[in-house]
């Protein structure tokens, strides 16, 4: 597996900081919207055409910079680690038929970063997953992007997020924009400009507080929160000082606030690009269909089946 270092701006370097070149994925999670295709695959391994979830987003993480990924994993996930190994026996097989295009798509993932795993014997909250980190992490900076979502690589989010903290050495997330009627499902964010110095990185809010789920009436914004993170070191004690919140778990929400009413800047990207949800069926059969209708050699065949499917009565489709 090849190594990639990322090359801090001269803004960054400005600072004094380090720019956070190691990744966390959180990935020991039963899935258990995805029963029963999860019993004995992970989610993050389901297939978006012919790579799976996963790997798109150890992609994003490469793509910004980032060559040392630690899989934070759990029971019967091992299979995902040996999607990102060599298969020599594979790969002899694609060499003796001259099949060059495959070969370099079974060879792509072991070529991606440096992938580390960790074991989370128990799932209780994304804190809690998150610190099993620690010592892999040391005292640097690091970023956090959630298994089951990734964003169009034409239009990346990672590297202003770790520019971003860079300078300010604090928390940084992402947000994304929902529907007001649609806040009940998120965390929502309640935010104020950011410091001038700090808006040419792209637009960027000062973040003064997080609800989860709250109803339309009580939002503080349309912002919700995107399953991308940039943290200091600082997190981990923060993480073991959060007591259990919601659901009994220890919540990576309570451990930041804990940081931000100690004075530990937070502030976040507001995303405008594409962000593709795999966390249900739904959203995963809408990333399916949308990425399957971009691809260059699937693209036109499939949008034009895809148009006929539409306009095909129901009736006849269910037999009914």
């Known amino acids: 597996m090849s190594e990639h270092s990322a090359n801090p701006s001269s803004a ?8 956070a070149v190691k990744a966390v994925i959180p990935a020991a999670g039963l899935a258990t919207r995805f029963l029963p295709a999860t019993k004995a695959v992970p989610k993050e391994l389901l297939p978006v055409v012919d790579r799976p979830v996963l790997q798109y987003i150890v992609e994003e993480a490469t793509q910004a910079g980032i060559g040392d990924v630690l899989l934070i994993t759990g029971r019967g996930k091992t299979s995902m680690v ?6 020599p026996d594979l790969e ?28 989370q014997p128990e799932q209780l909250g994304l804190g809690h997953a998150v610190g099993y980190a620690e010592s892999h992490v040391g005292d640097q900076p690091f970023a956090v992007l959630l298994g089951d979502e990734f964003v169009k690589p034409a239009e990346p989010l990672l590297p202003a997020m770790l520019e971003l903290q860079a300078r300010t050495g604090g928390v940084v997330l992402a947000f994304f924009e929902v529907d007001p009627a649609e806040t009940k499902r998120y965390g929502i964010a309640s935010v104020e400009p950011a410091e001038a110095e700090l808006t040419d990185i792209g637009e960027v809010v000062r973040v003064t507080g997080m609800v989860e789920k709250p109803t339309p009436e009580d939002a503080p914004s349309n912002l919700a929160v995107l399953g991308r993170y940039v943290l200091p070191s600082s997190i981990f004690d923060a993480i073991r000082r959060t007591k259990p919140g919601s659901g009994g778990e220890i919540q990576l929400t309570d451990a930041m606030e804990l940081l931000r009413g100690e004075g ?3 502030h976040a990207i507001v995303y405008r690009g594409t962000r593709y949800d795999t966390g249900m069926p739904l ?13 260059d050699d699937l693209g036109t065949e499939f949008r034009t089946w895809l148009a006929e ?12």
């Open 12 to 19: 960054t370097a400005a600072t004094g900081r380090s720019r």
């Open 82 to 87: 040996d999607h990102f190994d060599r298969r």
């Open 92 to 119: 002899a097989r694609l060499e003796a038929k001259g099949d060059t295009e495959r070969l370099a798509a079974v060879r792509g993932p072991s070529e991606l970063a440096e992938i580390y795993t960790c074991r």
């Open 264 to 266: 530990t800047p937070v």
């Open 283 to 295: 959203g995963y059969l809408q990333t399916v269909v949308q990425i399957a209708a971009e691809r």
């Open 309 to 320: 499917f539409v306009k095909t009565d129901a009736s006849g489709v269910t037999g009914t």
